[in-house]
């Protein structure tokens, strides 16, 4: 941490600090790793090891990676972790309410830092099984996401991998132990030959089910010299989940623009017309961004959840939302971080499937403190607010209305009443 030294007396009246990091930053998660009601700063690089960086309030940080065991021996080996690190993505693990770290890794084990909820992380990626895929060398993972795929109520994880190397679907078992369900699985068939950087848990379909989103390109621009069956340009990939652990590649049917190889890198989602249907980003190597919008052909209602701490940290990351709606429990957590040089939209989108409503909306806010919402309605938008409940409304819009209309070339950032 230094004085930010360009900062121009003239125009900050308080002192500015920025954190100084490597130049080859990869990713980048918020969390309250400790609880104090202040976000912190997970950081993962290419060339240096990860680093945690505590918020001391007052726009001041602090590096305590070594005192949180970032920066201790890998479990069960006598090596400390080195960097090569591509993805981050803060998931609970083992459901004990504290904030644990994944971390994607090119040619070496992933991390799982499990929060020992006193300041500290223990790393337990081998030990959890998703350090190396089963039998093999470490992979060259890039995106990486963790979302409840199986309504489980339990965090699964995705990881972006190489050419040759199939994505990793992590199930996670709920006895500290992840079983990767993608080699005997469309997941491990349909991805074999992609190089996925971005990777992405959204539901797409708005049923309820969190789909898997891949962006894809080699990083070699002659491959196809070398590899006939591979191309530096790939098309993206879409699995929809079925439900059971279930997932179909869809790509090929939804829509021309999925067709389109692109040299993909980043990927990231967010409403970003507002109709209840997620979209989504892709970053290009060489080339501008590819924004596909949702057109929601599906018809499935869904709702907007947006979050607001008063005691919590004012973004309310690292709320825990559950959503019983037709007999099904969702749970969703609000976080940053996820994919691979990307950010996607805090807000939550819901998908409730056919049903008009969610029965009872749960916040467990990062303070302890729990806000319960009966009987919401579909097809809006709701900014909840910790400690008062429901404080804004609006319909979404309609998707007919919005597939016609051109999308804006950049949203202006919503202000904060
Ligand atoms: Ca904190
Ligand atoms: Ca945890
Ligand atoms: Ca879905
Ligand atoms: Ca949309």
Redesign the pocket.
Known sequence: MTENRYADPAMWDQRYQEIVYGASGTGVAIGDYDGDGRPDVFVVSKTERCRLFRNLGNGKFQDVSDRAGITAPLTGEKRKLQGKSLGVAI??????????IVVGNDTEPNYLF??R?DGTFEEIGIPCGIAYPEGGRARAAMGVDAADIDQSGRHSLLFGNFTNQMLGLYKNNGNGLFIDIAPTSEVGRASLLFLAFGALFTDVNNDGWPDIFTANGHIENEINHINRDVTYAETPLLFVNLGKLQFKEVSSKAGEAMRRPVVGRGAAAADVDLDGNVDLLITVNDAKPVLLRNNGETKNNSLRITLRGTKSNRSGIGAVVDIKVAGANLNRMYRSGSSYCSQSELPLTVGLGKAAKADLITVKWPSGAVTELKDVPARQSILIEEGTGIVKQASLRSPSATAQASLPTAAPPQRRS
């Open positions: 998931l609970d693990s083992d459901n004990d309410g504290w904030p644990d499990r929060n909820g």
